[in-house]
C-alpha cells in the first residue's frame, strides 16, 4: 500500500476547541488551552504519523476582529494557513449559534481550493435535536465535503474524524521522521506552558497583556536537574504586582503548575526560574513582537 500525507488547518473563532482537538489526536500537550480567547497565538503544527499515513494538523490562532498589531499577526497566521494545506477543518462550537465571526471565514472558505471539513465540536453540551439545527444551519451557507460532530474534549467520534480525513487526502511523502510531532522547539513549548497557567489563573486584561520568553535551558551539573529560565513580560507595572501576587504566591502557583507540565513534556526534572518585566504596549510593537516569539 503507497503513502498517503497531507496538511490540514484547523481554523474557526477563538473558543470553539481547535487546541483541545489537536492535543487529544497527538496524545499529549502540544497546544495550550484555556477558556481565554486568543490563547493559540502562533501555528503550531502537530504531526500525526501511522504505518500508512502522515497527517499534519496545522492549529490556528482564533480568527477574530484585530484591535492590536499582535491581533494583525494572529489573523494572517491563520488565514495563510488556509492557503498551504491539502484540506481544511472549519471548526465550530455546537452550543453557539452561528455568529458574524463564523459568517467572515465562510466567506473566505467558499473560495478555497481544498475540501472543508465542517467539525462541529463540544456535542456533550448539546441535545440531539439542537445538533442537528446546527448541521442544517450551517450547511445552508456553504458546501462542505464532510460534516463530523465531535467532542473533542471527552474524545467522542474523534477517530472518525481523522478516518474521514485520510480517506480525502493523496498519496505523499513522509514530510516528518515518525517520532517528531510538533515543529516547535522545545523552548517554544517551555514557554507555551507557562503563558497557559498565566491565562488560566488571572482574568481581564492580563492574560491578553502576556508574553513568555524562554531566557536558557541548561543542565545543572550538580542536581543533575534541568534549569530553566524564563521572564514572563506584561505592559504595565499593575500587572507584574497581579503576576506576583501577595508575598510571590501567585508566581509561585504558575511556577509550580507550568514545572509539572514541563518535567511531563521533557520527562526529567525542572528547576524552573522566573522573572517578571514589564514592557510598555509590547502588543503593538514590531520589535517587541519579534523578541517574543510573534515572527512573520
Ligand atoms: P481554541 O481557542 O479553539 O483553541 O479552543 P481551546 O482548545 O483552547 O478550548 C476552549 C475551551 O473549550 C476550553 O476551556 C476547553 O476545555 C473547552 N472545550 C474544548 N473542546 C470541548 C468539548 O468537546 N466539550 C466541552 N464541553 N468543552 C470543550
Ligand atoms: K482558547
Ligand atoms: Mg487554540
Redesign the pocket.
Known amino acids: 500500500m503507497s503513502f498517503k500525507s497531507g496538511f490540514v488547518a484547523i481554523v ?1 473563532r ?8 489537536l492535543n487529544h489526536v497527538m496524545g499529549q500537550k502540544i ?1 495550550i ?3 481565554k ?1 486568543q ?2 497565538r502562533n501555528k503550531i503544527q502537530g504531526v500525526y504519523t501511522t504505518e500508512n499515513e502522515q497527517i499534519v494538523f496545522v ?1 490556528t490562532p ?1 480568527i477574530h476582529k484585530p484591535k492590536t498589531a499582535l491581533g494583525d499577526y494572529m489573523v494572517e497566521a491563520a488565514y495563510s494557513a488556509i492557503r498551504e494545506v491539502d484540506a481544511i477543518i472549519f ?1 465550530v462550537a455546537a452550543d453557539e449559534a452561528r455568529g458574524k465571526g463564523d459568517d467572515m471565514i465562510i466567506e473566505r472558505l467558499k473560495n478555497a481550493s481544498v475540501p472543508v471539513f465542517l467539525v462541529i ?5 448539546v441535545r440531539p435535536d439542537d445538533l442537528l439545527a446546527v448541521i442544517e444551519d450551517y450547511s445552508s451557507q456553504m458546501d462542505f465535503e464532510e460534516v463530523v460532530p ?5 474524545g467522542n467520534n474523534t477517530s472518525h474524524l481523522v478516518d474521514t480525513l485520510v480517506e480525502h487526502i493523496d498519496e505523499g511523502p513522509q514530510y516528518f521522521p515518525e517520532d517528531v510531532i510538533t515543529d516547535h522547539p522545545e523552548r517554544f513549548l517551555v514557554s507555551e506552558m507557562i503563558r497557559e497557567k498565566v491565562l488560566q489563573l488571572t482574568r481581564e486584561e492580563v492574560p491578553h497583556s502576556v508574553a513568555v520568553v524562554t531566557d536558557s535551558m541548561k543542565r545543572d551539573e550538580d542536581t543533575g536537574k534541568m534549569h530553566i529560565m524564563a521572564t514572563i513580560v506584561v505592559e504595565r507595572a499593575s500587572q507584574k504586582g497581579i503576576i506576583i501576587g501577595k508575598g510571590g504566591s501567585m508566581l509561585k502557583k504558575i511556577g509550580t503548575l507550568a514545572r509539572k507540565d514541563i518535567e511531563a513534556m521533557l520527562g526529567e526534572k525542572v528547576y524552573l526560574e522566573l522573572w517578571v518585566k514589564v514592557k510598555k504596549d509590547w502588543r503593538d510593537k514590531r520589535f517587541d513582537l519579534q523578541d517574543f516569539g510573534y515572527r512573520k
Open positions: 474557526g477563538p473558543n470553539v476547541g481547535k487546541s483541545t482537538f497546544a488551552m484555556s477558556d480567547a490563547t493559540t492549529d482564533g471548526m465540536n463540544k456535542i456533550d453540551k465531535i467532542s473533542a474534549l471527552q
